[in-house]
C-alpha cells in the first residue's frame, strides 16, 4: 500500500513537473509541435491561441500574424481558430538533407503587445524513400589470380530517410565464388565489401553474376538493387595505389569558382595498359556532385560553383583509382569550407508601428527588430544602434530581437514625423554593415490651446453704421492638427446700456469675423468692450480669450441746437396771442446810449458731436442795421459795433447762423430782436407797437396796460429787494460798532442810538457822512458832505457846531462820561 501511494506521488510530480516546463516555456514564448512530413496543405499543426492563452476576437484586434525563418512560409495561423496549420507539403529530406533532427523555426508576433512567441516545429519522417544505388549496373574487374578472402569496395546504397526508416542491411545473392561483408563507417555508415569465397578460372567461367540488395528498417521496408557483372581477367600483378589514405583540405568560402582544391594521385607498378590509371568518385551526396567535379585523368578535385560556409562546412568524397585491366583503390577526401565574412547582418522588422501618440509615454514600444548575421565567430556578432539624436533608443528583448522604444515624451507640434534609421555592423574585418528605416508618424494630443494673432484687439468703427457691417477680425491659430486644430469662436455674453451684447455684435464661429447687428449712435455709446473666446474641437475642448475694444467714431450728424434765444414756437391757426408771444422771445431793451462794444446778449449753442464736429462758430447772417452790431466768431456774443444813431430803428432784428466744423458742416439759426431806447416809456412804447404789430387784432391799449402792470410790479419787488438788504447791512454794521458789554466807554447807550447808512449803487451812486456818537442821545449828530454827493438830492445846511462829545483828560486821554446812565434807563 506504501508502494503504491509513492508511485503515485512520483507521477503527479512527474505530471507537475511537465506543467511547470511547458508554462515556463509559454511564458518565455516558446512553443514546440512536432509533424510528420508530406502531410497536406492546411493540416494541423497545433493550438496555438489556446496554447499563449490569447482569446480568439483578439487575433485580429491585435494584430496577430505569423513569421517563418527563410524565404518560404510553410506553415500560416488560421485567423478564425487560432490554430497553426501546414501551408504547403513539406519534404523533410529537401529541408534538411543529412540532419537527424529536423526542426523548422516560427515566430507569433502580437503587434498589439508588441510581443514574439518562438515556436519550433519538428518534422518528423515518414519512410518515403527506398535505399537506391548510384548505378544500378556495375562491372567489376578481378584478376584469375586473386586469392581467396581478397575484398574489392562495393558502391553503397543512398537513403535520405533517418533512423529505422534508412538503409539497414544488404543481401548479395547470384554465385557461389563471392560473399558479402559489412563493414562499419567513422560515421555509422555501412559499407558492402565483395569477398572473394573461392578462387576464379578464366577458363571456366569469363564473368559471373551478382545481385545487391539494400533494404531500409521501414514497416513496410523498402529495397533498392544493383547488379554486379563480374569479370574475369588474365593475370595482373599489381594494383593502382594512392599516395595517402586520406586527403584533407581547407578551402576558403570564397574561393573562386573552377579553382582546384586538391589533386588525389595514384601510381600502379605496371606498365603499358595495365598502368594507365583513372579516376572516379566512389562515394558522393547529391549536393556535393553539384559543387564539386574530379578530373578522371589528372585525379584534380575542382569547384564548379561557389561555395558557401553558411550551406555546408564540409563535404567527404571517395575518390577509386583503377587501372586498365579493372584493379583500383580507394582514398577518402575530406573538404572543409572556412568561413568568411561574406554577409552582412539583416535586419527583419517583424512588428512595427506606423503612428504613434505623443503623449505615449517613454518606454513604449514601437517596432520589434529581428538582427542576425548568417556568418559564424566574430563575423556573426552584430552591434546595433540608432542613427541620429532622435527620442528613441534600442533595448535587447531576447535573442536576436531588439526593440525601438521611446526615450522621452514626444512633441508633434516639435516634430510631427521620425524616419529612425537602424544601424547593425558585424565584427569582422573590415566590418559589413546593413540599415533598415522605420517611418514613424507621431500623432496628435490636444494638448494646445487656440492661441491669438494679437494680445487684444481694437477698431475703430463709425456711428450710423449699416446693420451686417464688418468690424474686425479676429484670428487664432492652434498648434495641434486635424480636429484638435479646428478653431471655433464665440462672444462671452455681456450688456451694454442695459441690452444683450449679443443684440449689438455677432461673430461668425468659423472665420472670427465680428459683424454689428445694429446701428451704433455715438451720442449713446461711445465704446463698446467685449470678450471673444476660441476653442478647439478636442475633447475635451482647450479654449483661450481676447479683449476686443470697439471705439465708436462720431460722425456729424447732430446739427447745433440754440439754446438762447429760445425758438419762437409755431404758431398755431387762428391764434394772435400765439405769434405775440413767439414775437416776445429773444426780446432784448438795450439803450440808445450804449457805448460802442458793450454786450447785448449772447447766443448760446451746443452741438451732441463731439471733437471737431461740436466746435462751434457764430455768424451774423442777416441784420436790420448790418453795422451796427457783432457777433464774436466762437463766443456767439452779440455787442455794439458802434453808438446807436437817431436814424437807425428802434426795433432790430438780428439772424445768427451757428455752424459747427463738420464734413460737410451743420448749421442752425438763431433770432435775436433788440429794441432800442432813450427811456422806459420809450422801450415801453416800443415794445407796445412792435407786440401790436405781431398781433393785430389785438386791442394795443389792453398789452400797454399789462406791460405798465408787469414793469410796476418789477419795481416794486426791486424796491422791496433794496430795503431789505439796506436793513441786512445796518444791522451787521450795528453789531460790529457796538462796544463790548463788560467795557464802560458806552455802557447805558441804547442800540437805536446807532444808525450806520450804506450806500446803494443802483439809485444813489454815493454820499459821503460824519457821524459823532456819544453816551446822551441828545449830543449825538450826523452830518452829510454836501460836495460828496452826486446824483443825490441837495443834503441840509450844517447845524450850528455841538459841544463836544467826549471830556478830555488832563493827561490827554479820552474816556467815556461816567455820568451818562446806562442804555434803556
Known amino acids: 500500500m506504501c508502494g503504491a501511494g509513492s508511485r503515485w506521488v512520483r507521477r503527479e510530480r512527474a505530471l507537475l513537473w511537465c506543467v511547470l516546463v511547458a508554462a515556463w516555456e509559454a511564458a518565455w514564448g516558446q512553443l514546440r509541435y512536432s509533424v510528420p512530413e508530406e502531410m497536406p496543405k492546411g493540416s494541423f499543426v497545433g493550438d496555438v491561441a489556446k496554447d499563449l492563452g490569447l482569446e480568439l476576437w483578439a487575433l485580429q484586434d491585435r494584430g496577430v500574424h505569423l513569421v517563418s525563418e527563410g524565404r518560404r512560409q510553410y506553415f500560416s495561423l488560421h485567423g478564425k481558430t487560432g490554430h497553426l496549420v501546414t501551408a504547403e507539403r513539406i519534404d523533410r529530406e529537401q529541408l534538411c538533407e543529412s540532419v537527424q533532427r529536423c526542426v523548422l523555426r516560427c515566430e507569433v508576433i502580437v503587434e498589439g503587445e508588441m510581443r514574439v512567441y518562438e515556436i519550433e516545429v519538428e518534422i518528423t519522417d515518414i519512410n518515403d524513400n527506398a535505399p537506391s544505388f548510384k548505378e544500378s549496373e556495375v562491372e567489376e574487374r578481378i584478376s584469375e589470380t586473386t586469392s581467396p578472402g581478397w575484398r574489392f569496395p562495393l558502391a553503397e546504397a543512398h537513403d535520405p530517410d533517418v533512423g529505422r526508416n534508412s538503409l539497414q542491411s544488404y543481401e548479395l545473392s547470384g554465385d557461389e565464388h563471392f560473399s558479402l561483408a559489412v563493414q562499419a563507417g567513422p560515421g555509422g555508415d555501412q559499407r558492402p565489401e565483395l569477398v572473394l569465397a573461392k578462387a576464379l578460372d578464366r577458363e571456366e567461367a569469363a564473368f559471373h553474376e551478382l545481385v545487391l540488395r539494400a533494404s531500409d528498417g521501414g514497416e513496410p521496408p523498402r529495397t533498392g538493387t544493383a547488379r554486379i557483372r563480374v569479370l574475369v581477367v588474365d593475370a595482373n600483378d599489381n594494383a593502382p595505389a594512392f599516395s595517402q589514405a586520406e586527403y584533407t583540405v581547407r578551402v576558403a568560402e570564397d574561393v573562386p569558382v573552377g579553382s582546384v582544391l586538391v589533386t588525389v594521385t595514384a601510381t600502379d607498378a605496371d606498365e603499358g595498359l595495365n598502368g594507365d590509371v583513372k579516376y572516379s568518385l566512389k562515394k558522393i551526396t547529391e549536393k556535393a556532385s553539384k559543387i564539386f567535379q574530379l578530373d578522371f585523368e589528372t585525379g584534380a578535385i575542382t569547384s564548379v560553383r561557389n561555395l558557401d560556409f553558411e550551406d555546408g562546412d564540409s563535404y567527404e568524397l571517395e575518390v577509386q583509382a583503377r587501372d586498365g585491366v579493372g584493379l583500383f583503390d580507394t582514398a577518402k577526401v575530406m573538404i572543409t569550407v572556412t568561413d568568411v565574412n561574406d554577409n552582412a547582418p539583416e535586419i527583419s522588422v517583424r512588428s512595427a508601428l506606423s503612428a504613434i501618440s505623443e503623449d505615449a509615454p517613454p518606454g513604449t514600444v514601437v517596432a520589434l527588430l529581428h538582427v542576425q548575421d548568417r556568418d559564424s565567430g566574430a563575423d556573426g556578432q552584430v552591434t546595433c544602434s540608432l542613427d ?3 527620442p528613441f533608443r534600442l533595448s535587447r528583448s531576447r535573442g536576436s530581437y531588439y526593440s525601438v522604444v521611446t526615450a522621452r515624451e514626444l512633441d508633434r507640434e516639435e516634430v510631427s514625423e521620425y524616419n529612425v534609421t537602424v544601424l547593425a555592423a558585424d565584427g569582422g574585418s573590415p566590418s559589413l554593415r546593413s540599415s533598415a528605416v522605420l517611418a514613424l508618424r507621431v500623432l496628435d494630443v490636444n494638448d494646445n490651446a487656440p492661441v491669438f494673432a494679437e494680445a487684444r484687439y481694437s477698431a475703430r468703427v463709425p456711428e450710423n453704421n449699416a446693420a451686417g457691417a464688418l468690424l474686425l477680425r479676429v484670428r487664432a491659430w492652434d498648434a495641434d492638427w486635424g480636429a484638435n486644430a479646428r478653431v471655433r469662436y464665440r462672444l462671452w455674453e455681456g450688456r451694454v446700456r442695459g441690452a444683450p451684447l449679443s443684440s449689438y455684435v455677432s461673430v461668425q464661429a468659423e472665420t472670427g469675423a465680428l459683424y454689428a447687428l445694429r446701428s451704433f449712435d455715438y451720442e449713446e455709446v461711445r465704446e463698446v468692450g467685449l470678450w471673444v473666446r476660441a476653442e478647439d474641437g478636442g475633447a475635451p475642448a482647450l479654449s483661450s480669450n481676447v479683449s476686443v475694444r470697439l471705439e465708436i467714431v462720431d460722425e456729424n450728424d447732430n446739427a447745433p441746437q440754440v439754446l438762447y434765444p429760445p425758438p419762437a414756437p409755431a404758431p398755431a391757426s387762428g391764434s394772435g396771442s400765439a405769434s405775440a408771444s413767439g414775437w416776445w422771445s429773444g426780446v432784448e431793451l438795450w439803450p ?47 455787442r455794439t459795433a458802434r453808438l446807436p444813431l437817431a436814424r437807425d430803428a428802434a426795433r432790430q432784428s438780428l439772424v445768427v447762423v451757428v455752424k459747427d466744423h463738420g464734413r460737410p458742416a451743420l448749421s442752425a439759426t438763431a433770432t435775436l430782436r433788440v429794441v432800442l431806447g432813450e427811456s422806459v416809456a420809450e422801450l415801453l ?18 398789452l400797454t396796460r399789462w406791460l405798465v402792470l408787469a414793469v410796476a410790479a418789477v419795481s416794486c419787488l426791486f424796491l422791496a429787494f433794496l430795503l431789505l438788504l439796506l436793513a441786512l447791512r445796518l444791522r451787521r454794521w450795528r453789531r460790529s460798532q457796538l462796544p463790548a458789554a463788560g467795557s464802560g466807554a458806552l455802557r447805558g447807550v441804547p442800540a437805536s442810538h446807532f444808525v450806520g447808512i450804506d450806500g446803494v449803487r443802483a439809485f444813489l451812486r454815493s454820499y459821503s457822512h460824519e457821524v459823532s456818537l456819544t453816551a446822551d442821545s441828545r449830543k449825538s449828530q450826523l452830518r452829510f458832505s454836501g460836495g460828496s454827493c452826486c446824483d443825490t438830492l441837495p443834503a441840509r445846511p450844517p447845524p450850528d457846531e455841538p459841544a463836544p462829545l467826549l471830556h478830555e483828560d488832563p493827561d490827554g486821554a479820552r474816556r467815556a462820561d461816567p455820568a451818562s446812565p446806562p442804555p434803556g434807563e
Open 388 to 390: 541620429g539624436g532622435v
Open 592 to 638: 440808445r446810449s450804449a457805448e460802442a462794444g458793450s454786450l447785448v446778449a449772447k447766443v448760446v449753442a451746443v452741438d451732441a458731436d463731439a471733437g471737431q464736429n461740436a466746435w462751434l462758430s457764430y455768424e451774423l447772417a442777416k441784420a436790420t442795421e448790418p453795422g451796427l452790431f457783432r457777433v464774436g466768431l466762437h463766443s456767439g456774443e452779440v
Open 685 to 702: 412804447s416800443e415794445l407796445g407797437s412792435a407786440a401790436a404789430a405781431a398781433a393785430p387784432g389785438e386791442a394795443a391799449g389792453s
